[in-house]
């Protein structure tokens, strides 16, 4: 059975602090992507990583870096945490020997940031 | 730039009934995918339904179809025979088949199916 994990369901950190947010596929997948998902706003693409060590940029990478050293693992960094970065975060993998690439998704992140 | 709208931020439909809702899509593009997932209030992302953009026939998976229209780059989906459980978020979403398949959704249409 496909599966996505992240390292916590709900997080509460302070302004300035650096936050790690962890994702973890067991499906080999080459495809990994973060996401934020805020009402109205539905999901917005922050980073994503086609291959270990790639990563590309999606539509909100500002104040986000990612790292990407293994294939099984894609990791979402917040260098100084802001009040502006409290969201849902999702992690997602997907494989182009799919011929769909749908992504899996995991089971996301609440970020509190005070 | 490519870019999802949904323009239903919420939808009724009674039990039992069809409802359509609605996608369309901007990308410059010649090769892309285009999928729905539905959100349950338990937070949990359930892939639907997938439609390439070299598919002549509409895409269907049991109650769900997708009325996929090329040319006015729209990918509604369709959902028949509306049960409780069909109750959620929707989103419809975008794969770029350049530049590592970048996928982007859009902001989700609730939908509430009443009894």
């Known amino acids: 059975d496909v599966k996505v994990t992240q390292s916590s369901r709900y997080l509460v950190k302070r302004t300035g602090e650096k936050v790690f947010l962890e994702c973890v596929q067991d499906?080999?997948?080459?495809?990994m992507f973060w996401y934020r998902q805020d009402p109205g706003l539905g999901l917005r693409l922050i980073y994503f990583?086609?291959?270990?060590?790639?990563?590309e940029k999606g539509d909100i990478p500002e104040g986000y870096s990612v790292s990407r050293e293994k294939k099984e693992r894609f990791s979402l960094i917040l260098e100084s945490a802001s009040t502006n970065q409290t969201s849902m975060y999702l992690c997602a993998s997907s494989s182009p020997t799919s011929g769909s690439l749908e992504q899996y998704f995991g089971p996301g992140t609440r970020l509190t940031v005070t | 730039a490519q870019k999802i709208t949904q323009t239903q931020p919420g939808m009724f439909v009674q039990e039992k009934e069809a409802v359509t809702l609605d996608c369309t899509y901007d990308t410059s593009d010649q090769s892309y995918g285009l999928f729905w997932y539905k959100q349950p209030s338990s937070g949990e992302m359930i892939f639907l339904i997938y439609?390439?953009?070299?598919?002549?026939q509409n895409a269907t998976e049991g109650r769900y179809s997708l009325n996929f229209q090329k040319a006015r780059k729209s990918a509604n989906l369709v959902i028949s025979a509306s049960q409780l459980g069909d109750s959620a978020m929707y989103f419809c979403?975008?794969?770029?088949?350049?530049?590592?398949?970048?996928?982007?959704f859009g902001a989700g249409t609730r939908l509430f199916v009443k009894a």
């Open positions: 499906m080999d997948h080459e495809n």
């Open positions: 990583s086609y291959d270990v060590k790639m990563k």
């Open positions: 979403a975008m794969r770029s088949d350049t530049g590592g398949f970048k996928t982007i």
């Open positions: 439609q390439g953009s070299y598919d002549e």
